[in-house]
């Protein structure tokens, strides 16, 4: 079923008018103030940097929870193996 220029045309304003009413919602609600006023590329940077930093933290860790986690576990399984075999 093929639509005609004229109902692709009224599809296309319905989904923009919808898309419109949605945009002007979001941009009451009491959470959106942060994004409600452009930034600048130094403001986007700084942010960028901060949140990278953050990540980098996290990662690290999480990688000497893991790293320990597994140590522990190699010092038992060791401990264990050794028992059993005297």
Known sequence: MSL?????????????????DLVSELMRQDD???F?????KKEVNISLMYINLIFVIRWQVAKHCVC???WQNLLTTSYRVSQNAT
Not at 5 to 17: D, G, I, P, V, W
Not at 36 to 40: G, H, S, W
Request: with cysteine.
């Open 68 to 70: 320990s986690c597994l």
């Open 36 to 40: 409600l006023k452009p930034v600048t």
């Open 4 to 20: 005609t220029t004229k109902s692709r045309y009224s599809l296309a304003e319905n989904s923009l008018k919808t898309c419109e």
């Open 32 to 34: 959106a103030w942060p």
